[in-house]
């Protein structure tokens, strides 16, 4: 897959080619990742990439033609890629975008700095517009580089176990388990005694307990928004049937709160 990345400042993603994943992947030839900058794109004797905005305002507005030129030549050596505008306004990126993604035979991303970049630009050239969040960066290049790492990680070859991808959070709409390591006891704290005892279906079933309870506990609105098979909409009835019985147990031995709601102080 080709990520083509244009910007003013290609010398941030030198450091992203060089390490981990990213690199391997390349080295592999799974990927490429590569820059052109809009400056060399530009006319004049100063190369000037922005100006004034029309109409008054603060900032300065990514001039359109040094753009446009940037976009035909990265067109020119991949014609089949898609090209993203990042951008606050843009489609907010999630791991399902980043599997979607996965089909483009190569992404070119339009790095934009300043206040943004000229509308006729978005009307014109940009097949996607993505964001990465909301709140702002000083520019497109950081965005670019999570997404190409995020899409990066669901091609396959490209981790080191074949099903390392599906295990991520987010995969199947909730986070990941909780991770264990050496040494077996750190500050009196052991792991789960299951994760030990090398019963594969239990540790896999203990996985999926730990996984709800995180996503329950950290982020509920994956599981109000998620579609749940039968096995974790079954352990979710489980722990309401526990949580009712620690109720009524609570409220027969009278050790509950006060009539009225008024707390002892």
């Not at 949580?243 to 609570?250: H, S, T, V």
């Given at each position: 897959m080709?990520f083509?990345?244009?910007?003013?400042?290609?010398?941030l993603?030198?450091?992203?080619?060089e390490h981990?994943?990213?690199?391997?992947?390349?080295d592999r030839?799974?990927i490429?990742?590569?820059?052109?900058?809009?400056r060399?794109?530009?006319t004049g004797?100063?190369?000037?990439?922005d100006?004034?905005?029309y109409?008054?305002?603060p900032g300065m507005v990514m001039k359109p033609?040094?753009l446009?030129?940037?976009?035909?030549a990265?067109k020119?050596?991949?014609?089949s890629a898609?090209?993203?505008l990042l951008?606050p306004q843009?489609r907010?990126?999630?791991?399902?975008t980043?599997?979607?993604?996965?089909?483009?035979s190569?992404?070119?991303?339009?790095?934009?700095?300043?206040?943004?970049v000229?509308?006729?630009?978005?009307?014109?050239?940009?097949?996607?517009?993505?964001?990465?969040g909301?709140y702002v960066?000083t520019g497109g290049?950081?965005?670019?580089?999570?997404i190409?790492d995020a899409?990066?990680?669901?091609?396959?070859g490209t981790?080191?176990?074949?099903d390392?991808?599906?295990k991520?959070s987010f995969?199947d709409?909730?986070?990941?388990?909780a991770h264990?390591t050496r040494p077996?006891v750190?500050?009196?704290?052991a792991?789960?005694e299951v994760?030990?005892?090398?019963?594969?279906?239990?540790?896999?079933?203990?996985?999926?307990?730990?996984?709800?309870?995180?996503t329950?506990?950290k982020?509920?609105d994956?599981?109000e928004?998620?579609?749940?098979?039968r096995?974790?909409?079954a352990?979710?009835?489980k722990?309401c049937?526990d949580?009712?019985?620690?109720?009524?147990?609570?409220s027969?031995s009278?050790?509950?709160?006060?009539?009225?709601?008024?707390?002892?102080?």
């Open positions: 080709e083509i990345a244009l910007t003013i400042f290609p010398d993603f030198a450091s992203f080619r981990g994943i990213i690199k391997r992947a390349i030839k799974i490429s990742v590569t820059t052109l900058n809009i060399d794109f530009a004797k100063h190369r000037v990439t100006d004034r905005p109409g008054g305002g033609e040094p446009a030129a940037a976009i035909r990265a020119s050596s991949a014609p898609k090209t993203v951008s843009g907010a990126f999630d791991q399902k980043a599997r979607e993604l996965t089909a483009c190569g992404l070119i991303f339009v790095c934009g700095r300043y206040e943004g000229d509308e006729r630009i978005y009307q014109n050239y940009i097949d996607l517009e993505i964001s990465i909301d960066l290049e950081l965005a670019a580089m999570i190409i899409v990066t990680r669901l091609i396959p981790l080191g176990g074949e390392s991808a599906e991520d995969s709409g909730l986070l990941e388990h264990y077996p750190f500050e009196d704290d792991p789960p994760l030990l005892s090398g019963n594969h279906k239990e540790i896999e079933k203990w996985r999926l307990e730990s996984s709800l309870i995180r329950l506990l982020r509920r994956l599981l928004k998620g579609a749940l098979d096995q974790e909409i352990i979710l009835k722990w049937t949580i009712e019985a620690i109720i009524r147990a609570q027969s009278g050790t509950g709160p006060p009539s009225g709601g008024q707390q002892k102080r």
